[in-house]
């Protein structure tokens, strides 16, 4: 079953940048979608942004748009999250999981990890 781990989090101001990364410790992520998604305090867990298992094929929230990309080194078995023009409500508890199944999109996200915390300040 795979598992993965989330790493690059941190505080940084409105306007910056941060770049997290999304490994598998256990089996692989490299034939699937992965996507990232992320939770804010007292509100669901939204989705962010995917990857098709190429690279070729992403998608993103419309919130996101323009700010934020994502991409994948399956030479690394790693999924990266590009951000960019952080604003405050950008701040959340950042997940990424790979599709059960599916090479394409993420429909039904499995191996969730701890998650990275992105902190915005004004």
């Known amino acids: 079953q795979v598992q993965v781990v989330e790493s690059g989090g941190g505080l940084v101001q409105a306007g910056g940048s941060l770049k997290l990364s999304c490994v598998a410790s256990r089996d692989t992520l490299d034939s699937y979608a992965v996507g990232w998604f992320r939770q804010a305090p007292g509100k669901e867990r939204e989705f962010v942004a995917s990857i098709s298992w190429d690279g070729v094929n992403t998608y993103f929230a419309d919130s996101v748009k323009g700010r934020f990309t994502i991409s994948r080194d399956n030479a690394k078995s790693t999924v990266y999250l590009q951000m960019s023009s952080l604003k405050p409500e950008d701040a959340a508890v950042y997940y990424c999981?790979?599709?059960?199944?599916?090479?394409?999109?993420?429909?039904?996200?499995?191996?969730w990890g701890q998650g990275a915390q992105v902190s915005v300040s004004p």
């Open positions: 999981a790979r599709d059960k199944f599916s090479g394409v999109r993420v429909s039904q996200p499995t191996g």
